[in-house]
């Protein structure tokens, strides 16, 4: 019974179900994030274990099981662990968020130079009105590090403080 | 039986995505962009090759009728109104079939307006290339920025294709949207990786935008393909697609990298 439920598992391990639409990839990014926040240690081979059981439960009844050995497994070292251990490694992995300046309107073409430009006129403009360390800056600043070149942002940070930007700030 | 197996196999283990020797078809396809040129490429040379073998059959045809001996008399026909029209439309219309694929899938290439996932950068160089990941910066200071230099030609590593490979790769997460800027540093360059279907030119001043999907996991090469000077042949492009997590790990350890 316990071999017979596993061969399913392991054959549904390597084939990956076809996702197209693209609601389903922001759902799904949402939930790897997740797993990379709770699961503490990504070396360790369980954790592996626990996100494919995951991914495996929308799908068979039957898997359940396994994955709930799979929790029970995760749980000891869990509690093994130390605090101390925990909060180094929280220090040395930082949490990234994948997402990035999102497509303009105004710029439908494959040329993006008045892309970043813009984006970059346009934090300056919000610094200028809302002051430095705004939360409504951050966005700004946000797309145009992702947009910009990082030599043009610093040729235009040179001309900014010596006067000489010809962008309308 | 033996020659079916060998063949079975090589073709599930070994995708081709690295210029061969004497190749002479496309590199397997791991967009969908790649995929849409190929059909398109194929659905072309199927046109091609009636047309071929039409103007073929004409003109042997006509030097073998305009023999002395066979046919000491001419034909002395000036003109066919029925002949004109029917030259003039059936062009037309194997035109209009070449034509409506190539449009739709022209259009279809410029997702320009898609939200991407994920923003690269590559910046060429004489004769190098500098990639920068920088969703994930806080200050203008910070960022994840690398070098691609190619491994020289006398000195690979078991296994490693000769003038293609480098000592840093762009890695890239699978079954993402992508962005790609691309502009140079000081000469013209071109940003080509024919397994994505990509060939991106990087003009002095100008940032320019092309988008990947990349749907299969795996080390996809490509070259510069815009002349930049003596080095041209030797600046190589190699992108590595991995699943997301692997991606978000190796960002982590980059920045982790970039810090110390």
Same mark, same amino acid.
Not at chain 1, 67 to 90: L, M, Q
Not at chain 2, 112 to 141: C, F, M
């Given at each position: ?8 598992? =392991?054959? /549904? ?6 996702? &197209?639409?693209?609601?389903? *990839?922001?759902? &799904? ?11 503490? $240690? ?22 359940? /099981?396994?994955?709930? *050995? ?5 749980? $000891? ?6 605090? &101390? ?7 040395? *992995?930082?949490?990234?968020?994948? /997402? ?41 600043? *946000?797309?145009?590090?992702? =947009? ?13 403080? $010596? ?7 | 039986?033996?020659? #079916?197996?060998?063949?079975? #196999? ?33 659905? %072309? ?30 034909? +002395? ?9 029917? #030259?003039? %439309? ?34 060429? @160089?004489?004769?190098? #290339? ?39 790769? !762009? ?7 992508? +962005? ?33 999907? !990349? ?16 080095? @041209? ?28």
């Amino acid at each position: 019974m316990a071999a017979e439920a596993k061969a399913p598992s =392991l054959a /549904e391990e390597y084939s990956l179900p076809p996702q &197209e639409a693209p609601v389903e *990839k922001a759902v &799904e990014d949402k939930p790897q994030e997740a797993e990379s926040i709770s699961v503490t $240690n990504d070396e360790t081979p369980q954790a592996d274990e626990t996100a494919t059981a995951v991914e495996v439960n929308p799908e068979t009844s039957e898997v359940q /099981e396994v994955a709930d *050995k799979s929790e029970v497994e995760d749980t $000891n070292p869990a509690a093994e662990e130390t605090n &101390e251990t925990a909060e180094e490694e929280a220090e040395e *992995k930082p949490e990234i968020k994948i /997402e990035t300046a999102p497509a303009d309107f105004r710029f439908p073409t494959t040329n993006q130079t008045r892309h970043c430009f813009t984006r970059y006129v346009e934090y300056h403009r919000c610094v200028a009105a809302k002051g430095e360390d705004a939360p409504e800056c951050d966005k700004f600043a *946000k797309y145009y590090r992702s =947009l910009c070149p990082g030599e043009w942002v610093e040729r235009w940070n040179e001309q900014r403080e $010596n006067g000489t930007f010809p962008g309308p700030l | 039986m033996i020659l #079916r197996s060998l063949e079975c #196999r090589f073709l599930t283990i070994a995708l081709c995505d690295a210029a061969e020797p004497w190749q002479l078809g496309s590199q397997d396809a791991a967009t969908p962009m790649m995929q849409g040129i190929i059909d398109l490429h194929h659905d %072309i040379f199927f046109f091609l090759i009636l047309i071929l073998v039409f103007v073929s059959r004409m003109l042997v045809r006509a030097l073998w009728h305009f023999n002395e001996q066979t046919n000491p008399i001419p034909q +002395r026909i000036v003109h066919g109104t029925t002949i004109e029209i029917i #030259r003039t %439309i059936f062009p037309s219309v194997i035109l209009l079939f070449i034509a409506i694929p190539s449009f739709a899938l022209l259009y279809s290439m410029d997702g320009v307006l898609v939200d991407p996932a994920i923003t690269i950068k590559a910046i060429g @160089h004489q004769w190098y #290339r500098t990639y920068e990941y920088s969703d994930y910066n806080s200050s203008d200071e910070q960022s994840l920025t690398f070098d691609s230099y190619t491994i020289p030609e006398d000195d690979p590593e078991l296994g490693q294709s000769r003038l293609l490979e480098v000592d840093n790769r !762009v890695v890239v997460p699978a079954k993402t949207h992508l +962005r790609m800027i691309v502009t140079p540093a000081d000469v013209p360059h071109s940003w080509a990786v024919p397994s994505s279907g990509v060939k991106c030119d990087a003009v002095p001043g100008r940032s320019n935008l092309t988008s990947i999907s !990349v749907q299969r996991e795996g080390v996809y090469y490509g070259q510069c393909s815009e002349i930049c000077g003596t080095n @041209h042949a030797f600046t190589p492009i190699v992108v590595e697609a991995v699943t997301l997590k692997d991606y978000a790990d190796w960002v982590s350890n980059q920045l982790i990298l970039q810090t110390n």
